[in-house]
């Protein structure tokens, strides 16, 4: 029985591609600034997201980790989605090591509303927090691979430029967001003061995230990497995977969200379980378990060569990737439409 993941879009594999130009990546001593893909990749991603300055670094959530500490400041907060991934999944880094405190705020699919950031910012009393920083998540992952309009972005821009705040776009899945709304990356980091992208997710890369901002601060970001142990050698070798990813896995993006929206009618189709697919945006199906535990739901599927993840007791999330061809999603919607619980 062929296995078909669908936990994550990480578990995509390098294709033939992308190894060829691993293995023929100039490399040099990164942490003096002189591996020339390295480079290279920074000066390409600062063209894409607009910014004057990126740097390469080793996961989205030290991108995510290095804007908390510059930004954010010891002894202050940030305001952030109440599902965000910085305040779920980063072991708590913000508050441990970045030494912010990140403050939940409701929202519906994701998406944070200036009148609901306005209700977190406190009185300028010398013995409270002052809110310092919004970290926008976009797509956000855990509402379902939701994605921000660009009014929805301008509003939250204003409500920071209004109350002094810096803006950190957790764009893990940005280019996901920008083939979804068909905003480009550029437009959507013009909102932000920084964002952080990953190359490891739908992009197809091994390893390996972006930060970008000004001049001043991936300066500074490039010492807050050092002193987080992420300063890297010869890492052209990754880079270039990840500049080989920027140049040829962009636009594909678009068939993981058409197999997504697949999924979504098959699954709409059984007793089981319950999704809209007008709800589905971009790769990530997450899904009602109407009838048992989302655990019970996971082992059927996999029993039947899907894999994917319980998200709480009642639901369950399936991710598309470059690794599930068309093919692969007829024989999914089939096996879905066939299981019976």
Same mark, same amino acid.
Request: with cysteine.
């Given at each position: 029985?062929?296995?078909?993941?669908?936990?994550?879009?990480?578990?995509?594999?390098?294709?033939?591609?992308?190894?060829?130009?691993?293995?023929? !990546?100039?490399?040099?001593?990164?942490?003096?600034?002189?591996?020339?893909? /390295?480079?290279?990749?920074?000066?390409? $991603?600062?063209?894409?997201?607009?910014?004057?300055?990126?740097?390469?670094?080793?996961?989205?959530?030290?991108?995510?980790? &290095?804007?908390?500490?510059?930004?954010?400041?010891?002894?202050?907060?940030?305001?952030?989605?109440?599902?965000?991934?910085?305040?779920?999944?980063?072991?708590?880094?913000? !508050? $441990?090591?970045?030494?912010?405190?990140?403050?939940?705020?409701?929202?519906?699919?994701?998406?944070?509303?200036?009148?609901?950031?306005?209700? %977190?910012?406190? *009185?300028?009393?010398?013995?409270? *927090?002052?809110?310092?920083?919004?970290? /926008?998540?976009?797509?956000?992952?855990?509402?379902?691979?939701?994605?921000?309009?660009?009014? =929805?972005? %301008?509003?939250?821009?204003?409500?920071?430029? %209004?109350?002094?705040?810096?803006?950190?776009?957790?764009?893990?899945?940005?280019?996901?967001?920008?083939?979804? $709304?068909?905003?480009? /990356?550029?437009?959507?980091?013009?909102?932000?003061?920084?964002?952080?992208?990953?190359?490891?997710?739908?992009?197809?890369?091994?390893?390996?995230?972006?930060?970008?901002?000004?001049?001043?601060?991936?300066?500074?970001?490039?010492? &807050?990497?050092?002193?987080?142990?992420?300063?890297? +050698?010869?890492?052209? &070798?990754?880079?270039?995977?990840?500049?080989? !990813?920027? =140049?040829?896995?962009?636009?594909?993006? !678009?068939?993981?969200?058409?197999?997504?929206?697949?999924?979504?009618?098959?699954?709409?189709?059984?007793?089981?379980?319950?999704?809209?697919?007008? =709800?589905?945006?971009?790769?990530?199906?997450?899904? +009602?378990?109407?009838?048992?535990?989302?655990?019970?739901?996971?082992?059927?599927?996999?029993?039947?060569? &899907?894999?994917?993840?319980? %998200?709480?007791?009642?639901?369950?999330?399936?991710?598309?990737?470059?690794?599930?061809?068309?093919?692969?999603? $007829?024989?999914?919607?089939?096996?879905?439409?066939?299981?019976?619980?």
């Amino acid at each position: 029985m062929k296995p078909y993941d669908l936990r994550s879009d990480t578990l995509t594999l390098p294709c033939s591609g992308m190894r060829k130009a691993i293995v023929k !990546a100039d490399v040099g001593d990164d942490v003096y600034g002189e591996d020339p893909t /390295v480079n290279r990749l920074e000066e390409l $991603t600062a063209k894409i997201t607009g910014k004057r300055d990126a740097l390469f670094v080793t996961s989205g959530s030290m991108g995510n980790l &290095i804007p908390l500490y510059i930004n954010g400041g010891r002894g202050n907060e940030v305001l952030t989605h109440e599902l965000s991934h910085i305040l779920h999944y980063e072991l708590d880094s913000a !508050a $441990t090591i970045a030494g912010v405190t990140p403050v939940p705020v409701p929202g519906k699919r994701g998406i944070l509303e200036p009148r609901f950031l306005e209700e %977190k910012l406190r *009185p300028d009393f010398y013995y409270m *927090p002052r809110v310092s920083m919004v970290s /926008v998540e976009n797509t956000h992952n855990m509402a379902g691979g939701t994605c921000y309009t660009q009014m =929805e972005l %301008k509003g939250v821009a204003d409500f920071a430029r %209004k109350n002094g705040l810096k803006v950190h776009l957790d764009g893990a899945r940005v280019f996901n967001a920008a083939i979804a $709304t068909e905003i480009t /990356v550029r437009k959507i980091c013009s909102f932000v003061d920084t964002i952080t992208f990953c190359l490891s997710k739908g992009l197809g890369a091994p390893v390996g995230s972006m930060l970008c901002g000004d001049t001043k601060f991936i300066a500074e970001a490039r010492r &807050i990497r050092k002193m987080l142990g992420g300063g890297m +050698r010869q890492a052209g &070798i990754i880079a270039a995977a990840g500049i080989y !990813a920027l =140049e040829n896995n962009v636009e594909r993006l !678009a068939e993981d969200h058409q197999n997504a929206g697949d999924i979504a009618k098959a699954l709409q189709e059984v007793t089981w379980a319950g999704v809209d697919p007008k =709800e589905v945006e971009t790769n990530i199906i997450i899904f +009602r378990t109407e009838k048992h535990p989302a655990k019970v739901i996971v082992e059927a599927l996999k029993k039947q060569g &899907i894999h994917c993840s319980p %998200k709480g007791q009642k639901s369950v999330r399936m991710v598309t990737n470059l690794g599930i061809s068309k093919q692969d999603i $007829t024989e999914i919607c089939g096996i879905i439409r066939k299981l019976s619980l």
